[in-house]
């Protein structure tokens, strides 16, 4: 009994961190559906919003996910739980977006957008990411749970844990890996892909995450990591920025020129 009591509170700080994710994601939900019923006439401006809502949902989740997976990191199971609970939320909330640069470059590159709808959604995506990072500080400096402190937020805690090199090498493949499944996964049935890319995403958190975190999301990893920006701008450039752009671009010429009957194969599956 006396072990269950010493339990207690870290049930509490747990569900109060799940709780304010859930809301967030309600919140961002309701959000979307007052943005399509009121700005579908504004085609730029709907595409802004959507976009910068879509990011803003999945940094703020995330920021909450990093600091429950600190609190016990040599039992990680309770973490990766979440992060594959989450990613199945964010899959089913944010269809038509993608709160990744990284998938921004990828379709236009593919030819599937615009230049000036990418410039569009790059921008919602980074002032989302900027604006989740403040919203965060905010919300932790409250003081709901034991673990949000403030000053946390503004510290630079390096997840690099490895020399330049590997760190480029494990955010290209992570980033390679997630997008080529984005993009053969598209002809699978929608519930069964979302599963998919959500266990993609779990495993790539398992074993790159000790690494570098296994962010492959260039305003995702501005959002987490802002003060390290600061202070080591060049290098967290390089590994959280350039990495999964050579990811997508060694996708793209693998499945374009170096496997070009694998590619042509999915798109006469799309066609028909």
Same mark, same amino acid.
């Given at each position: 009994?006396?072990?269950?009591?010493?339990? #207690?509170? /870290?049930?509490?700080?747990?569900?109060?961190?799940?709780?304010?994710?859930?809301?967030?994601?309600?919140?961002?939900?309701?959000?979307?559906?007052?943005?399509?019923?009121? @700005?579908?006439?504004?085609?730029? %401006?709907?595409?802004?919003?959507?976009?910068?809502?879509?990011?803003?949902?999945?940094?703020? $989740?995330?920021?909450?996910?990093?600091?429950?997976?600190?609190?016990?990191?040599?039992?990680?199971? #309770?973490?990766?739980?979440?992060?594959?609970?989450?990613?199945?939320?964010? =899959?089913?909330?944010?269809?038509?977006?993608?709160?990744?640069?990284?998938?921004?470059?990828?379709?236009?590159?593919?030819?599937?957008?615009?230049? /000036?709808?990418?410039?569009?959604?790059?921008?919602?995506?980074?002032?989302?990411?900027?604006?989740?990072?403040? $919203?965060?500080?905010?919300? #932790?400096?409250?003081?709901?749970?034991?673990?949000?402190?403030?000053?946390?937020?503004?510290? $630079?805690?390096? +997840?690099?844990?490895?020399?330049?090199?590997?760190? %480029?090498?494990?955010?290209?493949? $992570?980033?390679?890996?997630?997008?080529?499944?984005?993009?053969?996964?598209?002809?699978?049935?929608?519930?069964?892909? %979302?599963?998919?890319?959500?266990? %993609?995403?779990?495993?790539?958190?398992?074993?790159? =995450?000790?690494?570098?975190?296994?962010?492959?999301?260039?305003?995702?990893?501005?959002?987490?990591?802002?003060?390290?920006?600061?202070?080591?701008? @060049?290098?967290?450039?390089?590994?959280? #920025?350039?990495?999964?752009?050579? =990811?997508?671009?060694?996708?793209?010429?693998?499945?374009?020129?170096?496997? +070009?009957?694998?590619?042509?194969?999915?798109?006469?599956?799309?066609?028909?």
């Amino acid at each position: 009994m006396t072990a269950l009591r010493g339990l #207690w509170p /870290e049930v509490q700080d747990n569900c109060t961190s799940l709780g304010l994710m859930l809301l967030l994601v309600l919140f961002m939900g309701l959000a979307r559906v007052v943005t399509r019923q009121q @700005l579908h006439r504004f085609t730029m %401006i709907h595409t802004f919003v959507l976009e910068f809502l879509a990011t803003f949902q999945l940094c703020c $989740c995330t920021h909450e996910l990093q600091l429950l997976s600190e609190q016990e990191p040599a039992h990680p199971t #309770w973490p990766l739980t979440l992060v594959y609970f989450f990613s199945l939320v964010h =899959g089913l909330t944010l269809v038509g977006t993608s709160s990744n640069p990284c998938g921004v470059m990828m379709q236009m590159l593919l030819g599937g957008m615009s230049s /000036e709808t990418g410039a569009i959604r790059l921008s919602a995506q980074l002032i989302g990411a900027l604006c989740s990072r403040y $919203c965060v500080s905010v919300l #932790w400096s409250l003081g709901l749970s034991k673990y949000h402190l403030d000053e946390r937020s503004f510290a $630079c805690r390096n +997840p690099i844990q490895v020399d330049l090199p590997k760190a %480029i090498i494990t955010e290209a493949i $992570c980033s390679f890996i997630f997008h080529s499944a984005l993009l053969h996964f598209q002809e699978v049935r929608t519930k069964l892909r %979302i599963h998919l890319l959500a266990a %993609i995403i779990t495993f790539l958190v398992y074993t790159g =995450g000790s690494l570098t975190g296994a962010v492959f999301n260039p305003a995702l990893a501005l959002s987490l990591h802002l003060k390290c920006f600061d202070e080591a701008f @060049l290098r967290f450039f390089i590994v959280y #920025w350039l990495a999964p752009s050579l =990811g997508i671009l060694l996708m793209i010429l693998m499945f374009n020129f170096f496997l +070009p009957w694998l590619y042509n194969n999915h798109t006469v599956n799309k066609n028909e």
